[in-house]
T-cell receptor, first 115, second 112 residues
Framework: DTGVSQDPRHKITKRGQNVTFRCDPISEHNRLYWYRQTLGQGPEFLTYFQNEAQLEKSRLLSDRFSAERPKGSFSTLEIQRTEQGDSAMYLC?????????????FGSGTQLSVL | DAKTTQPNSMESNEEEPVHLPCNHSTISGTDYIHWYRQLPSQGPEYVIHGLTSNVNNRMASLAIAEDRKSSTLILHRATLRDAAVYYCISGMTTDSWGKLQFGAGTQVVVTP
């Protein structure tokens, strides 16, 4: 297992376009998280799934953002009608959750630039 | 809002220990203290976590104050590969340890 992988690594788009990112978690991990990170700041939680169920969405996640995790495996994060303020690093993480000692394993992220 | 306070940056010489402080004065009795680090151009990486007593693993040691209002992450022998932003995180319930509330962290610079 090579860890959490994200695709693409970089995405440049024009304002108003839609973009979609993919995350492949570590196999057997039942939880998957999306975070967003802007330059000089720590990552901010966006949403997470347990298996295929989306359990929580941050208020940071506007209605232009949608995330899915069909069949509880890979996940996609789509941003519709992108804005310049959406420019950031989008990080995916996965974990095997039981009751305690949950540790997140992060991917290297997708860097989005909205022109 | 992040519930911890860390210095913005720290410098260390290679092969010397690094002590990274963290204040979490509003911590509750059941909150664990987690540390992650982020190397350049990578996602964060788990380092260590603890509740009350000191903890050790292959990466680092975590010393927790008796009143639990502060803690220190100890890198015993810094290497150039330890140059990263280190995040001290607390305040999550045990069913939501994945909802990490990152602050700005401490930038560790290691000089040869």
């Amino acid at each position: 297992d090579t860890g959490v992988s994200q695709d693409p690594r970089h995405k440049i788009t024009k304002r108003g376009q839609n973009v979609t990112f993919r995350c492949d978690p570590i196999s057997e991990h039942n939880r998957l998280y999306w975070y967003r990170q802007t330059l000089g700041q720590g990552p901010e939680f966006l949403t997470y799934f347990q298996n295929e169920a989306q359990l929580e969405k941050s208020r940071l996640l506007s209605d232009r953002f949608s995330a899915e995790r069909p069949k509880g495996s890979f996940s996609t994060l789509e941003i519709q009608r992108t804005e310049q303020g959406d420019s950031a690093m989008y990080l995916c993480a996965s974990s095997y959750y039981q009751t305690t000692n949950e540790k997140l394993f992060f991917g290297s992220g997708t860097q989005l630039s909205v022109l | 809002d992040a519930k911890t306070t860390q210095p913005n940056s720290m410098e260390s010489n290679e092969e010397e220990p690094v002590h990274l402080p963290c204040n979490h004065s509003t911590i509750s009795g059941t909150d664990y203290i987690h540390w992650y680090r982020q190397l350049p151009s990578q996602g964060p990486e788990y380092v260590i976590h603890g509740l009350t007593s000191n903890v050790n693993n292959r990466m680092a040691s975590l010393a927790i104050a008796e009143d639990r209002k502060s803690s220190t992450l100890i890198l015993h022998r810094a290497t150039l590969r330890d140059a990263a932003v280190y995040y001290c995180i607390s305040g999550m319930t045990t069913d939501s340890w994945g909802k990490l509330q990152f602050g700005a962290g401490t930038q560790v610079v290691v000089t040869p």
